[in-house]
């Protein structure tokens, strides 16, 4: 999977959009995916957001980033095309093997479901999870148990 490039981004936002208007996992949507993201991310992916383990963290003037579980202590902070995890750093950017990580992933499909926990904040505390001064443990998922 060298090379994972522009046609292959444009395919998975096509993918997004059209799960978002449906408003589900359609068969054909499955087998788009399964095309697109390695089996196991998509698997893990799909796990996270079963679980409630994805939140959208939403500012005052509409600026978001989704936060979504990991084995570590804190979740991650992850946008569209940025996740702090090690696999997103060595396979998406480092080797170019993969398209995303398993949260990113799970984060796209949360949004496009509506089924991402919703945490308004102010513009402010928002800024704070950008520089991660704010403590992530007190916004961790309901659903998960530690």
């Not at 978002?20 to 089996?39: A, N, P």
């Not at 939140?55 to 003037?61: A, G, L, R, T, Y």
């Not at 093997?97 to 949260?103: D, G, P, S, W, Y």
């Amino acid at each position: 999977m060298a090379g994972i490039g522009a046609v292959e981004g444009a395919m998975s936002d096509a993918m997004f959009e059209d799960m978002e208007r449906q408003g589900e996992l359609s068969d054909s949507i499955l087998f788009r995916m399964t095309s697109i993201f390695k089996r196991s991310t998509l698997e893990a992916s799909l796990a996270l957001v079963d679980k409630g383990y994805v939140q959208k963290i939403v500012s005052d003037s509409g600026r978001s980033l989704f936060l979504v579980e990991s084995s570590q202590d804190d979740p991650y902070v992850c946008f569209k095309h940025f996740c702090p995890c090690h696999y997103f750093s060595y396979n998406v950017i480092n080797k170019m093997e993969a398209l995303t990580c398993k949260h990113i992933l799970a984060a796209r499909i949360a949004n496009a479901l509506k089924r991402a926990d919703i945490v308004n904040v102010t513009n402010e505390e928002f800024s704070k999870w950008l520089m991660k001064q704010e403590p992530m443990k007190q916004y961790v998922s309901p659903n998960k148990s530690r």
